[in-house]
């Protein structure tokens, strides 16, 4: 059978391999994933804690479900927004999503 199909022999053993050497593109992949997913993240999830520590009565929000309010009162966990004359919801402070500059609810 030789003739129409090569015969497959084991290679030799060989020299091993550098352990190193072989660990050496898992080591690549994970600076590429810190770098690009996990450093990025992190920075973003400092940036809104210290965003949600800053919140004053009087400053004007957006919350995660798109809802454009004034700050009227704080406490640990939540938020009291006036969204319209008189209408008032509470909401946490973690779905807060942005603080824009004042005047934006009379604009909107």
Partial sequence: MGFIVEDAWAQGA???ADPLLSMLPLVLV???FYFFL????TKRQKE????VAKL???DEIVTA???LGRVTELSEQFVEVEIADSVRVKVQRHTISAVVPKGT???A
């Fill in 14 to 16: 060989g020299q091993p």
């Fill in 30 to 32: 994970f600076v590429v």
């Fill in 38 to 41: 996990i450093r990025p993240q």
């Fill in 48 to 51: 809104h804690r210290e965003m």
């Fill in 56 to 58: 004053a009565a009087g």
């Fill in 65 to 67: 479900g798109g809802v």
């Fill in 105 to 107: 609810i009379k604009s």
